[in-house]
């Protein structure tokens, strides 16, 4: 229908009328409980972090999509999808896109703040603006307010790759501050991944009348191996798991419980769990809780690198006769992130004073690797800002406990790069090694390892290095006398 207004008068106003309604939830993945509830489960913290699906799939959409907040000519108006079918398919395609800034983000992030940044990103994609109406209110007169915009239709978006192009990066735009620098990256290839699997989630809506004689749509899946039979749906959350923070994942999302492997490969420490042990050590020592809490982070991070060197000294390696690269990289790399992060903190507490530091402020360059390995410690300053407001601790051992902890990392950066750039402590790992440790770990172990007598003589300094560094740490936090 075509509405004219202001025929009387030389202005002529000509838009095309839309009437619009909400969708169900069931035509979208609001109500998919079974989706939601399996990937929750394979969050480490599921009880807190479980949360972060819900927000991902709820709020996000509609039919009218959401209201504009930028383009002034849309601001407070419906953004509207062409019928119901686009309209399932753009919420399917918002949702699943939403998994990523959702759990990558803070936990305090709400789905509201998630949906207005999505709005951000769908009014660049409005292909007209429209005089629109809710179905409900059609019975009244029409006015000059009632406008909204129409998106482009999903197969536009589907079909045509500059517009999957500019459609990720609006969304990195929108989203920026809670995307891992990979997800910023690999946005075009989710974008790509997310729109195929929105488009065969939408095909399996079987719809359906209620008692009410509405319009309703049976869940897809029915069991949380309904989630894999979906290949795009599963090459989707592939991605996911690549470009989110790898603490929040438990078990990837993507393989299915029946097909995960055994591993026999040594358990790779984990800080939280290092951490706690460390501070029931201290406890039945008989320290004070308040210094408990500030010395545990300290001396596990000391722990954390022994426990990573112990677990290369496993017996599948010590049949094979050294270590794959890749592993002892990952101490590399380990120590480099704790590294940075310590300078970085130190770095603001002598310009600004000792305050909480978050993750937020590491220099782009290093946040992805710090996020990865070290984003403990930064939730360990405010901790300790709090001890030292508190009188708990004094400034200067704060800061001697900082740099303490750097250059012990430091020092295990720079003896594991040396050792990986020496040709005489690597050989070549054989195909049937290869073969056979793909099988027990999984993983590809790469060309090359570290031969086992070498490993030997780089963790006795290593072990060196922190023998010493645990009682000075120790040292700077015991001399402080606690206020009561």
Known sequence: MVVKKGMFRKEIIEKDYHLFEDIPETATLEEEKIYKEHLLNRLKDPENDGIRIHRATANTHTHRIKYGVEREDLKDKPIMARDLRDAMRWNIFLQLLTHIPALSGPKYLDSVGLAENNVKVLENFVEKVVFAQHREEAMYKLKSHHIGGILISFDELKRNPELRKRFAREFVRAHYDLLTLKAKEKMEEA????????????EMKVPYFDEFGKKQFEPVF????????????VEFLKIVEEVVPKKILKEPLSVPPAQEKEKIEPEKPKFPETKKAVEEELRK???????????????????????????????????????????????????????????????????????????????????????????????????????????????????????????LADKIHEAT???????????????????????????????????????????????????????????????DSIRV
């Open 417 to 479: 790069s040396k050792l990986l750039s020496d040709p005489s402590a690597l050989k070549e790992i054989l195909e049937e090694q290869r073969t056979a440790l793909k099988v027990l770990t999984g993983n590809d172990p790469g060309r090359y390892m570290v031969k086992m007598d070498r490993l030997k003589e780089y963790k006795e300094v290593i072990k060196m290095h922190m023998d010493k560094t645990r009682p000075v740490i120790v040292k700077h936090v015991e001399k």
């Open 285 to 407: 020592a008989g320290m004070p809780e308040e210094k408990v809490k500030i010395l545990a982070p300290r001396l596990a991070t000391v722990k954390y690198f022994e426990e990573a060197l112990n677990a290369i000294d496993h017996e599948v390696y010590r049949n094979l006769g050294g270590v794959p690269v890749e592993h002892v990289k990952k101490i590399r790399n380990m120590a480099l992130a704790k590294k940075l992060a310590a300078e970085h903190i130190f770095s603001v507490w002598v310009k600004e004073g000792i305050r909480p530091v978050l993750l937020s402020e590491v220099p782009e360059q290093h946040r992805e690797l710090i996020e990865r390995y070290a984003g403990d410690i930064y939730e360990d300053t405010e901790r300790l800002a709090k001890a030292h407001v508190d009188g708990t601790i004094a400034g200067e051992s704060l800061m001697n406990t900082i740099i303490a902890e750097r250059d």
């Open 191 to 202: 974008v790509d991944k997310a729109i195929a699997a929105a488009e065969k989630i939408a």
């Open 222 to 233: 029915k069991s949380p191996e309904d989630i894999y039979k979906i290949p795009e749906l």
